[in-house]
């Protein structure tokens, strides 16, 4: 008896030496970088902060989120494609800071290439775009809205974050179909834009609908449409712009993540197997869903590659049309 004792505390032992030194094997695999174009709090921002906390239990391995913000996403997406691509960096990234620079600024002032020096990783989220009216205008539809517009064009505006992305174009292209021309007004970030459209500042907005979907509850403001080929599950009760008669061939906003150009194909499937699992776990789902208006929407690294090439081939030429030249 006392030889199994021995034998058995001799394995305990082994067994518990064996789990320390797997858990600090673990413990020194360096960090998973995930840059963030934008400052703390915003959408993208949400998104890299509850991917990373999951993913860095699955993968065993830190995940930190590492903002860099400037020029529209636009400094993170240089960073990412000068970073080693060693599996260690990657960037989350809306389609307005991949896919509109790209048709917009000009290879040297970007100093980088969307389809060449950046590797699709994973498309994680999607989000509906909204056409948003200040409750002071009394229009409750689309419908009324149009009427509204035709009968003061010379207040036929409406408000972005800013100029050169998606809301922007898809705004145009309403008051393109509607046989209004609508002024543009850009704001620095939804946060001003929203402050304006509460007060009655602004009489209507294009932009995205999570960031003022908390806000119509009260009753200020109304979403009376949002832009894309059906509803969104995130707002059943909305309809589509063209179903109320406008046909817009606008889409839904999303986000994707990249890594440097040249990463090995292994380490860019271990990232989409990891971001596959995680963006099906019903607590994930949950989160983006209810707190960001964000739905998760996983597509392996071949559709976001389609995807992109899709909307350059898309918006290429509505924004050729549009004539707008962004500030250098």
């Known amino acids: 008896m006392a030889l199994i004792h021995t034998i058995r505390s001799a394995c305990g032992a082994l067994a518990l030496g064996l789990a320390f030194a797997c858990g600090a094997h673990a413990q020194e695999k360096p960090p998973i970088k995930f840059l963030v174009g934008f400052p703390p709090g915003g959408?993208?921002?949400?998104?890299?902060?509850?991917?990373?906390?999951?993913?860095?239990?699955?993968?065993?391995?830190?995940v930190i989120v590492d903002n860099r913000p400037g020029a529209g996403g636009r400094v993170a997406t240089g960073m990412l494609k000068t970073s080693a691509p060693d599996g260690l960096t990657y960037m989350v990234a809306p389609n307005a800071t991949t896919v509109f620079p790209t048709l917009?600024?000009?290879?040297?002032?970007?100093k980088y290439d969307l389809l060449s020096d950046l590797a699709p990783v994973a498309a994680v989220i999607s989000?509906?775009?909204a056409l948003?009216?200040?409750?002071?205008?009394?229009?409750?539809?689309?419908?009324?809205?149009?009427a509204w517009a035709k009968a003061h064009p010379g207040k036929a505006m409406f408000g972005t974050a800013?100029?050169?992305?998606?809301?922007?174009?898809?705004?145009?292209?309403?008051?393109?179909?509607?046989?209004?021309?609508?002024?543009?007004v850009p704001y620095k970030g939804n946060g001003p834009l929203v402050t304006d459209l509460l007060g009655g500042q602004l009489a209507s907005a294009v932009?995205?609908?999570?960031?003022?979907?908390?806000?119509?509850?009260?009753?200020?403001?109304?979403?009376?449409?949002?832009?894309?080929?059906?509803?969104?599950?995130?707002?059943?009760?909305?309809?589509?712009v063209t179903e109320q008669g406008v046909a817009v061939d606008g889409s839904d906003a999303?986000?994707?993540?990249w890594a440097p150009a040249h990463t090995p194909k292994a380490e860019l499937e271990r990232m989409q197997a990891a971001l596959s699992k995680v963006l099906a776990m019903p607590d994930v789902r949950t989160i983006l869903q209810t707190?960001?208006?964000?739905?998760?929407?996983?597509?392996?690294?071949?559709?976001?590659?389609?995807?992109?090439?899709?909307?350059?081939?898309?918006?290429?030429?509505?924004?050729?049309?549009?004539?707008?030249?962004p500030d250098q």
């Open 207 to 240: 932009m995205t609908a999570g960031d003022i979907a908390p806000h119509a509850k009260g009753g200020k403001v109304r979403i009376i449409g949002v832009f894309g080929a059906v509803r969104s599950p995130l707002l059943p009760g909305v309809p589509t």
């Open 291 to 325: 707190r960001a208006t964000l739905n998760p929407d996983f597509r392996p690294a071949a559709e976001l590659d389609r995807l992109q090439r899709n909307e350059l081939a898309y918006w290429g030429p509505i924004i050729k049309a549009s004539g707008f030249t």
């Open 162 to 184: 800013g100029l050169g992305g998606q809301t922007h174009f898809t705004g145009l292209q309403f008051g393109k179909a509607i046989g209004v021309p609508m002024s543009v």
């Open 254 to 257: 999303w986000a994707g993540i």
């Open 104 to 110: 917009l600024y000009p290879p040297a002032t970007l």
């Open 43 to 62: 959408s993208t921002d949400t998104v890299a902060r509850v991917l990373a906390d999951k993913l860095q239990g699955m993968l065993g391995q830190p």
């Open 132 to 146: 948003v009216v200040s409750s002071q205008m009394g229009v409750n539809d689309v419908k009324g809205f149009v």
């Open 127 to 129: 989000y509906p775009l």
